[in-house]
């Protein structure tokens, strides 16, 4: 459509047919969908680094890839499998909030924090369960595989995920 046609349209008051209507939804709908999945794979990627980062400082699910002191586990293990586990899992997803927080567009945060406990709930058990592999994989220790270490590393993460969507408001509106 030139110019000339939209200018002439417009002066004509008339109303788009209710086909172009259901197709403009329907595709701006489509983009939407893709925005989302793009989004959600950048804070995949963002988590998998920051994670990997945090593998450094606390060996998660008997899997110390960097060779970490295992001084830090020890101090949350005299407290039990479930401090341990959730300091772990918010710990991990800590980090990764903070970088999604200053890696990512307002825009791509803000439309991952609107599906905000789905995401956060996806992302956590995603992280759970690949951790949990690589651990299984990994370790001849199976403690760190144990029900209530991994329930409460899941807590933890869920936790400090779903308390980042309040950070980020606060983080966007001091910029």
């Not at 945090?54 to 295992?70: D, E, K, M, R």
């Not at 401090?83 to 918010?90: D, I, N, R, T």
């Not at 990764?96 to 709930?121: D, H, M, P, T, W």
Request: hydrophobic residues 55%.
């Amino acid at each position: 459509m030139s110019e000339k046609e939209f200018i002439k349209f417009m002066k004509a008051n008339q109303s788009p047919s209710q086909n172009l209507d259901e197709l403009v939804i329907a595709h701006q709908g489509n983009l939407f969908a893709q925005d989302r999945i793009i989004v959600f794979s950048k804070v995949v990627a963002i988590h998998a680094l920051a994670g990997t980062a945090t593998l450094a400082v606390c060996p998660q699910f008997g899997w110390n890839p960097f060779g970490a002191n295992p001084q830090t586990m020890h101090i949350f293990m005299g407290y039990g499998m479930w401090a341990c586990g959730l300091f772990c899992g918010s710990l991990f997803m800590v980090l990764g909030a903070f970088l999604k927080l200053v890696l990512l567009q307002k825009s791509s945060v803000s439309l991952y924090y609107r599906n905000g406990i789905k995401n956060s709930f996806m992302l956590s058990s995603l992280f759970l369960f690949m951790m949990m592999t690589a651990g299984a994989m990994t370790s001849s220790d199976n403690i760190f595989l144990g029900f209530v270490f991994a329930l409460f590393w899941w807590l933890g993460a869920l936790i400090a995920e779903t308390l980042s969507f309040g950070a980020q408001k606060l983080f966007h509106q001091i910029q």
